[in-house]
């Protein structure tokens, strides 16, 4: 069972910058493509970032294109995201998403595991 745990999250003000880590429980995780996606309140959840195994391609929803990026660590079973330029519609739960496939992906579907969620909350 893969199992993903966030951390990171809090409160920060518009224009500051966070770093989520998604820390993945499995012997294979350079065998996982991995997502961060989030839910706002009252909005269905939306996909923010994405990275193949190796780390070698990345995708980037376009509200967050250029602020964001996306990296991982297979040495440390952990992918990161690194928030800046943080503005207050970036406010939502955040969550990493893992799955065996070999290419980024965008879909939701697409992932098989999923952590809690982190809090990421941009004051105005």
């Known amino acids: 069972q893969v199992q993903l745990v966030e951390s990171g999250g809090g409160l920060v003000q518009a224009g500051g910058s966070l770093r989520l880590s998604c820390a993945v429980s499995?012997?294979?995780?350079?065998?996982?493509?991995m997502g961060w996606f989030r839910q706002a309140p009252g909005k269905e959840r939306e996909f923010v970032a994405a990275?193949?195994?190796?780390?070698?391609?990345?995708y980037y929803a376009d509200s967050v294109k250029g602020r964001f990026t996306i990296s991982r660590d297979n040495a440390k079973n952990t992918v990161y995201l690194q928030m800046n330029i943080l503005k207050p519609e970036d406010t939502a739960v955040y969550y990493c998403a893992a799955d065996s496939g070999s290419r980024v992906a965008v879909e939701a579907e697409k992932y098989d595991y999923w952590g809690q969620g982190t809090q990421v909350t941009v004051s105005s």
């Open positions: 990275i193949n195994r190796s780390g070698g391609s990345t």
């Open positions: 499995t012997r294979t995780f350079s065998n996982y493509r």
